[in-house]
């Protein structure tokens, strides 16, 4: 014997559990999408901000090579090697850690001119701490920017 349907709920049907389960899937989906996406965000705001600061560490070095005016290149009034590393060369007053790698080539691209390259890496979470062999020119494998700039001194 069929049941009779109630007067006011005629050709109403409710969500079925599958139903249910897979709007619940779907939401899930969309909210570990949208979180992961904001980590990513933040994660790339942290890493722009250093490398800003970086880019500040780097153009300071020049510009007190630049201060210098005739003359060798000078840092604090101490003519400068051709080469060098300096770990832990600049410290921030957040604690950020930034280490300096620079190199002098004399007569490139011409007579009475200097190119120096100068470069800083900085330590970033879960990864190693620049040494002398991971903050390189040619085969950096920590988080850096490089500058380059031409000086001439007669």
């Known amino acids: 014997m069929p049941l009779r349907e109630r007067s006011g709920q005629r050709g109403l049907r409710g969500f079925t559990l599958v139903e249910v389960l897979v709007a619940l899937v779907v939401t899930a989906v969309v909210f570990v999408s949208f979180f992961s996406l904001q980590a990513l965000g933040v994660r790339t705001r ?3 901000r250093l490398a800003s600061l970086a880019l ?3 153009s300071d070095f020049l510009e007190q090579l630049s201060a210098t005016g005739e003359g060798p290149l000078k840092i604090d009034a101490e003519p400068i090697a051709d080469t ?7 410290v921030m007053g957040s604690g950020i850690v930034f280490s300096r790698r620079w190199e002098v080539q004399r007569g490139v ?4 001119l200097f190119t120096v390259r100068v470069m800083v890496c900085w330590r970033e979470p879960r990864m190693p701490a620049p040494s002398e062999s991971t903050c390189d020119f040619d085969h950096a494998s920590v988080p850096h920017v490089m500058l380059e700039q031409i000086y001439y001194r007669p």
């Open 56 to 58: 500040n560490v780097a």
């Open 109 to 112: 691209p011409g007579p009475n």
């Open 84 to 90: 060098g590393f300096v770990e832990r060369a600049t």
């Open 46 to 48: 942290a890493h722009a």
